[in-house]
């Protein structure tokens, strides 16, 4: 009998101890990990807002970059580098950014038929897009800017009454930074993008640039700049920019590059010799598709065209009642002054 409760002296004696200790080890992790230093945020651009004057349908720097806007297409009317243009005309496309084959696409299992205006296919939304309706203006502070459009049901074809704005910002580093955001009433397909012209020198033909983009591979297409579906190397080819290249006019581009890296990352960089201006792009689009003429490149963050027709490109349906956010910024780095 005594050595069964001695037994049982022991066994409580170490289950006590086994239970302070317990006790005491998640007392020190807990204090371990609130002592554990947490990262510092990171500083971001400064803004420009204080004490600065608000000029309509403008953005400044003190720099001397001046961004115009037009609610038309919400567009990004010209931007100037101490009064020599560098960029115009960067309207909003949409719904569907690029192209879409044969102008339809399927979606839970019925078919919908967009506006053919190229060719037998559909281009940036069609002949009545985001880019030639008017927007409204809702906001504008010295450093940004807000439009927003609704598109109804069966606009150019497409499904749901979709509600979109575009926030520009622009920091006194030279930062333009554009925010989508959107919501459908129904399933659609969505991919908002920005064309603007891009001319770095300000001159009338596009020479003594160059040219860096961050994707190993690109998107096949065929003689109607449609997709095939094949996703290329870009090595041994005019589309290979993954070292900063010489771009060469006379090459002509219109196709899509797939980006590498995913989220919000720094794609591309542009860079003007004459005015010794560079453009570096950032984005959290998988594509980017460049398009130029002899006086000027376009470069727009995307996804891939015709998407709706290619199992392996990213989706481009946007559910219904589902927020729609992305990011895309075009930094002009300019002389110090």
């Known amino acids: ?5 001695l037994l049982g002296l022991l066994t409580t004696g170490l289950a006590l101890s086994l239970s302070s200790c317990e006790f005491f080890w998640e007392k020190w992790k807990g204090q371990e990990k609130e002592e554990t230093p947490q990262p510092e945020p990171q500083p971001q651009p400064e803004d420009i807002d204080d004490g600065r004057e608000l000029i309509e349908n403008q953005l400044y720097t003190d720099s001397g970059l001046v961004v115009y806007f037009n609610e038309v297409g919400a567009k990004i009317k010209k931007i100037e580098y101490n009064s020599i243009p560098i960029a115009k005309d960067g309207d909003v496309k949409g719904r569907y950014g690029n192209r879409i084959g044969d102008a339809e696409f399927e979606l839970n299992g019925q078919t919908y038929h967009l506006d053919k205006n190229d060719g037998d296919n559909h281009l940036h939304g069609g002949t009545q897009g985001f880019g030639t309706r008017t927007w409204t203006k809702v906001n504008q502070t010295p450093s940004s800017i807000t439009y927003t459009y609704h598109s109804v049901d069966g606009e150019m074809g497409y499904p749901g009454n ?3 704005s575009i926030k520009y ?9 554009l925010e989508y955001t959107a919501k459908s009433d129904a399933d659609t397909i969505f991919n908002p993008t920005n064309h603007i012209w891009l001319n770095l020198n300000g001159t009338s033909s596009m020479t003594d640039h160059t040219l860096w983009i961050d994707a190993d591979s690109y998107t096949e297409t065929d003689s109607e700049l449609i997709p095939t579906g094949n996703i290329l190397p870009v090595a041994n080819t005019k589309y290979d920019f993954r070292e900063e290249t010489d771009f060469n006019r006379s090459n002509k581009y219109d196709d899509n590059f797939v980006l590498n890296g995913t989220g919000y990352r720094k794609v591309a960089k542009l860079y003007g010799s004459d005015l010794d201006i560079a453009l570096e792009i950032s984005t959290d689009r998988p594509g980017l598709q460049i398009y130029n ?3 000027y490149i376009v470069m727009e963050t995307q996804l ?3 998407a709706v027709h290619h199992e392996n490109f990213p989706s481009a349906v946007l559910k219904a009642n589902t927020d729609f956010y992305s990011k895309s910024a075009y930094h ?3 002389p110090e002054n």
Do not use: H
């Not at 009998?1 to 409760?5: G, P, S, T, W």
């Open 162 to 164: 979709l509600d979109i």
């Open 332 to 334: 002009f780095i300019v």
């Open 304 to 306: 891939y065209p015709d």
């Open 293 to 295: 003429d002899n006086s």
């Open 169 to 177: 910002t622009l920091r006194q580093n030279g930062e333009l930074t």
């Open 1 to 5: 009998m005594r050595k069964k409760f």
